[in-house]
């Protein structure tokens, strides 16, 4: 056989899918698993009827940057909710899930050799994405700030990522912290990429976006994702904005890879895009409380995570277990049938961790599943 490419050979399996898929292969055989694991929450949602949308036309392509009623409404929703204004005709491309939006930013953007700061724990893909890219990821461990970022940086520096709302701490980022990402990326003449999947999935007015800070969107670019905070992850809908120049990169590569979203999503929520935030925001809210209260029963039954108060997840701390991180969630789930994510997976400086997922489960559901991580640091300590 021909030889593979050394660079995907080498990549990565996203370690949260993996685990997602050890559970699959346990409910195939009859085993009820309590899933701590997947990174989205299930919110009660109706599907509206669909034979209103108009056919016969989202059976075929729509526009490459997405369909124009929906970037309509996205710079609406952005200019209303986040005090951010960018031009739906040429400032936003609608992709197959925020994931590919990502990737396709970075390959605008980089050269091989390039290097890219991101903050662990990082979302398990975006070293695997720099990597595809042939450029270099450079991990800042987890207990750095953003003030120590500028330490990081070399010639070759090219970006940084950012995720705020954090997966997988739940942290957000402050206005003054952005800033000074900002003014780094400007002084350093860097990209300032965030990742704001998460952006509805706080109780208070806290998040800011960059693109908020930086209206020019010169030096950065936004990702967020429909499919995510509408709780409809399987349809893949995401979206980028940023600057003409960039997304006009991004639009080469959509079209390459891509061609457009699925045109029958779109025009669904486009159509009904006021009436599914009307339902999915209150849920929102109730998976934060949620959160809120699960923080509490941590601190009470004394297991420790990193500080953070959005999204539906927690990195926990399985010190002073003598387990690595993958023998701990791989006990766990054969043992007592609960799912959570490896710590490693999020970073060489992350293997002390493990990431805990409470959007898919109710709270006595939740609270077992904190009891049994619990008793098995107990055990193995």
């Not at 990429?193 to 952006?199: C, F, G, M």
């Not at 209206?215 to 905070?229: D, G, H, I, Q, T």
Request: aromatic letters at 10%; glycine letters at 6%.
């Amino acid at each position: 056989m021909p030889e593979l490419s050394r660079v995907t050979s080498e990549a990565h399996e996203a370690m949260s899918i993996r685990y997602n898929t050890m559970v699959y292969e346990l409910q195939q055989r009859g085993i009820k698993v309590l899933i701590m694991s997947l990174g989205e929450a299930y919110f009660d949602i109706p599907l509206f009827p669909m034979d209103d949308l108009p056919y016969p036309q989202v059976n075929h392509y729509s526009h490459s940057r997405g369909l124009p009623e929906l970037r309509e409404k996205l710079a609406q929703y952005f200019r209303t909710e986040y005090g951010v204004v960018f031009d739906p005709a040429t400032e936003i491309i609608i992709t197959a899930g925020s994931k590919a939006a990502i990737h396709m930013t970075l390959m605008s953007v980089l050269n091989p050799g390039d290097e890219v700061l991101y903050s662990e724990p990082a979302w398990v893909s975006y070293p695997e994405q720099i990597k595809l890219c042939y450029a270099i990821p450079v991990g800042i461990p987890y207990d750095r700030s953003v003030y120590d970022y500028e330490s990081y940086i070399t010639p070759r520096t090219k970006a940084i990522i950012i995720n705020n709302p954090h997966n997988p701490r739940g942290s957000v980022l402050s206005g003054p912290e952005l800033q000074d990402l900002l003014d780094l990326a400007r002084q350093y003449d860097l990209w300032l990429l965030s990742d704001e999947a998460y952006s509805d999935f706080l109780i208070d007015d806290s998040f800011v976006s960059v693109a908020r800070l930086d209206p020019e969107k010169k030096n950065s670019a936004v990702f967020n994702s429909m499919s995510k905070n509408y709780g409809i992850s399987g349809w893949r809908i995401g979206y980028v904005i940023s600057n003409g120049a960039l997304i006009n990169n991004v639009l080469k590569v959509n079209q390459h890879l891509v061609t457009c979203p699925a045109t029958i999503l779109e025009s669904y929520l486009a159509k009904h895009f006021g009436e599914l935030l009307e339902i999915t925001k209150p849920q929102m809210r109730d998976v934060v409380c949620r959160r809120r209260q699960l923080a509490a029963y941590m601190d009470e039954i004394g297991l420790n995570y990193l500080p953070g108060t959005a999204t539906f997840y927690f990195f926990v701390s399985i010190a002073p277990s003598r387990l690595s991180s993958e023998g701990f969630c791989t006990r766990l789930l054969q043992e007592d049938y609960v799912s959570i994510v490896p710590g490693i997976g999020y970073g060489h400086s992350c293997g002390r961790f493990v990431r805990v997922s409470v959007g898919a489960a109710t709270l006595e559901e939740n609270k077992f599943g904190l009891d049994r991580i619990r008793d098995l640091i107990r055990k193995t300590s």
